[in-house]
């Protein structure tokens, strides 16, 4: 699973910062300035910034129709879009010249710490939207279609967030890993290239990840319609 994260500093002495901390750090204010930019400056005529914007919205917002219908959709919106942004943000950090060739700065997602940390927060979440549409339901898909079933969909309900975030983890180290090795190499060229093939393939594993939690999401709140 690749080196252990070098701690850059703690603080109080029981949270270890590390280049991967502090990518997120970037990460949270980027988007929290890139957010508060477009809330101020919304126009009837929008100028290119939020014309961006506002498609990237629109897309994703029929992306999450498409899976989850259009009440659902509206409904966790907020938390799927979320997911997908910081990802994608997160994914698209490694291409930055210099990230992970420091210990100071490196791709949250190429950590396993943060993917389980994002499986931990989706697992959570799926919990919730299961009881928010009644408690018998939530417990009553886990007893069918019989109770004998119970161990295996209990056990299946910690195993999906588990999968995100290894298969978030495995793909994301693992294109780091051969992004580094091409470059020791084959310093020119061929690195370039794959960094080219790393902007459709870092978009790729949001989408996964975001798409998966959405199917898990209507499955857990399938009863509430």
């Known amino acids: 699973m690749g080196e252990p994260s070098t701690v850059i500093f703690s603080i109080f002495g029981i949270l270890d910062v590390t280049g991967e901390v502090v990518a997120m750090w970037l990460i949270l204010a980027a988007i929290t300035i890139i957010s508060l930019i477009v809330r101020r400056n919304l126009k009837e005529r929008p100028g290119v910034f939020q014309n961006i914007i506002e498609t990237g919205v629109e897309y994703l917002d029929n992306f999450f129709e498409g899976l989850l219908g259009r009440k659902k959709s509206r409904q966790y919106f907020t938390f799927l879009a979320s997911l997908f942004i910081f990802i994608i943000f997160g994914n698209y950090s ?11 700065v490196k791709a949250p997602t190429a950590s396993l ?3 389980l940390g994002l499986g931990i927060v989706t697992f959570l979440f799926l919990q919730i939207a299961g009881l928010k549409c009644g408690v018998k339901h939530y417990f009553k898909r886990f007893v069918s279609p019989i109770c004998v079933m119970l161990p295996l969909l209990i056990l299946d309900e910690f195993i999906k967030p588990a ?3 290894l298969r978030l983890f495995g793909n ?5 890993m051969v992004m580094e090795e091409l470059y020791h190499l084959l310093p020119i060229g061929v690195p370039l290239i794959m960094m080219v093939l790393s902007l459709l393939f870092c978009a790729l594993q949001a989408l996964v990840f975001t798409m998966l939690t959405s199917i898990y999401l209507d499955e857990a709140t399938e009863l509430e319609e």
Do not use: H, N, Q, W
């Not at 490694?94 to 100071?104: A, E, K």
């Not at 994301?172 to 780091?176: A, L, T």
């Open 172 to 176: 994301v180290f693992g294109e780091e």
């Open 94 to 104: 490694g291409l930055i010249p210099g990230v992970g060739l420091t210990d100071y």
């Open 163 to 165: 999968s995100l975030a």
């Open 113 to 115: 710490s943060v993917t």
